[in-house]
T-cell receptor
Framework: QKEVEQNSGPLSVPEGAIASLNCTYS??????FFWYRQYSGKSPELIMF????GDKEDGRFTAQLNKASQYVSLLIRDSQPSDSATYLC???????????FGTGTRLKVLA | DVKVTQSSRYLVKRTGEKVFLECVQD?????MFWYRQDPGLGLRLIYF???????EKGDIPEGYSVSREKKERFSLILESASTNQTSMYLC????????????FGSGTRLTVV
């Protein structure tokens, strides 16, 4: 069974701090990795994807991928109360376009 | 922007009714998916389709069927609604190639009474 694991949280950080969200996956052949943000009562929204080892930055967001250790992380710099949401990690296993989703980490940014 | 439109935001149906959930996407995506999302269980794949008239079962297909007669439309059918099918239903679509991710519709919150 291919798995994607996330700490459910809540992860609480003060406004302006860096929030660090982590995700591990079991399929070593996984190709692509995605971070979705989901506000309460809303649908998931894609915020980042990464497929090469290393860091990828987009504004206040940085995705980090380490295929050898099978983890992907999302850093949110200068966290804002509007970043409070559940963050879902999704992984595309090798040879398929069916993503495996983690159950999400709930982030709370305290004003 | 890619738009994935789900026909209803909220639905209330009675036990035993046949329920149709509709999803339409406007970006010529090959792949379409139906998920349900429940607290603590995350997103669970019900069915997906990689082409017109093609479908494959996901992880929890029991009690559901799907139809994809046109590329842009993917329908989820609850043959005989039961209370344990009360959930948030999410439709998503994606290209067949490339790491572009899924685009989700706004979701349908279905309550079966």
């Amino acid at each position: 069974q291919k798995e994607v694991e996330q700490n459910s949280g809540p992860l609480s950080v003060p406004e302006g701090a860096i929030a660090s969200l982590n995700c591990t996956y079991s399929d070593r052949g996984s190709q692509s990795f995605f971070w979705y943000r989901q506000y309460s009562g809303k649908s998931p929204e894609l915020i980042m994807f990464i497929y090469s080892n290393g860091d990828k930055e987009d504004g206040r967001f940085t995705a980090q991928l380490n295929k050898a250790s099978q983890y992907v992380s999302l850093l949110i710099r200068d966290s804002q109360p509007s970043d409070s949401a559940t963050y879902l990690c999704a992984v595309s296993p090798s040879g398929t376009y069916k993503y495996i989703f983690g159950t999400g980490t709930r982030l709370k940014v305290l004003a | 922007d890619v738009k994935v439109t789900q026909s209803s935001r909220y639905l209330v149906k009675r036990t035993g009714e046949k329920v149709f959930l509709e999803c339409v996407q406007d970006m010529d995506h090959e792949n379409m998916f139906w998920y349900r999302q429940d607290p603590g269980l995350g997103l669970r794949l019900i069915y997906f389709s990689y082409d017109v008239k093609m479908k494959e079962k996901g992880d929890i297909p029991e009690g559901y069927s799907v139809s994809r007669e046109k590329k842009e439309r993917f329908s989820l059918i609850l043959e005989s609604a039961s209370t344990n099918q009360t959930s948030m239903y999410l439709c998503a679509s994606s290209f067949d190639q490339g790491p572009y991710g899924y685009t989700f519709g706004s979701g349908t919150r279905l309550t079966v009474v």
